[in-house]
Nanobody
Framework: QVQLVESGGGLVQPGGSLRLSCAAS????????MGWYRQAPGKQREVVAT???????NYADSVKGRFTISRDNAENTVNLQMNSLKPEDTAVYYC?????????WGQGTQITVSS
């Protein structure tokens, strides 16, 4: 069982920045892909960014050029640096990690972009 602890959410003005962090507990199986997802009110959960163990990244078109995902394999952490935030980025953000056995989700952290 892998437990995930997320941090870094909050309220920020448009154009501001936030950094999300997610720490995964020790896993019996290697953690492969790590990522961040978000769910806005009334909408389905969507992928924001993912990163493989080797460092390959993918981003949603809506965040390309503004968000950067990174990970530390030794520490089992994944971060999301969010710049130039927009009101439409407001959502609950979830960390997800994948092992060969199953996926694990964090509890979610609220990001609100508003003036």
């Amino acid at each position: 069982q892998v437990q995930l602890v997320e941090s870094g959410g909050g309220l920020v003005q448009p154009g501001g920045s936030l950094r999300l962090s997610c720490a995964a507990s020790r896993s019996s199986f290697a953690i492969n892909r790590m990522g961040w997802y978000r769910q806005a009110p009334g909408k389905q959960r969507e992928v924001v960014a993912t990163i493989t163990r080797g460092g390959s990244t993918n981003y949603a078109d809506s965040v390309k050029g503004r968000f950067t995902i990174s990970r530390d394999n030794a520490e089992n952490t994944v971060n999301l640096q969010m710049n130039s935030l927009k009101p439409e980025d407001t959502a609950v953000y979830y960390c997800k990690v994948s092992t060969v056995i199953r996926d694990y989700w964090g509890q979610g952290t609220q990001i609100t972009v508003s003036s």
